[in-house]
């Protein structure tokens, strides 16, 4: 397993961007698929986005055309770009790793502390 740790979550505004950071330790990095995922409060944990070794990207319909995600493979870091963020995207985010490579939600078997993300209206 690898070991997880985001950052780059606040209070913003509705409209405004945030950009969050996943730092990643473990030097098989490279065969992981990355993901994102976010928790609101009294919802279940919902899939984000997910960017594989080879940079083959899926993303949730909500987010996406308003989300990137992007990986870094020398640096070890995944990021998730957000821009014109809405009230509804309030949630913890959390960075998780997918060992299996399959990149299927269920799969996700690494996770970090998570990121609170606050967006007001």
């Avoid at 990207?57 to 770009?81: E, P, W």
């Avoid at 985010?93 to 269920?106: I, M, R």
Wanted: with cysteine; charged share 20%.
């Amino acid at each position: 397993q690898v070991q997880l740790v985001e950052s780059g979550g606040g209070l913003v505004e509705a409209g405004d961007s945030l950009r969050l950071s996943c730092a990643v330790s473990g030097r098989t990095f490279r065969r992981y698929v990355m993901g994102w995922f976010r928790q609101a409060p009294g919802k279940e944990r919902e899939f984000v986005a997910a960017v594989s070794w080879t940079g083959s990207i899926d993303y949730a319909h909500y987010v996406k055309g308003r989300f990137t995600i992007s990986r870094d493979n020398d640096k070890n870091t995944v990021q998730l770009q957000m821009n014109s963020l809405k009230p509804e995207d309030t949630a913890v985010y959390y960075c998780a790793a997918d060992s299996t490579g399959s990149g299927k939600p269920t799969d996700f078997d690494s996770w970090g502390q998570g990121t609170q993300v606050t967006v007001s209206s």
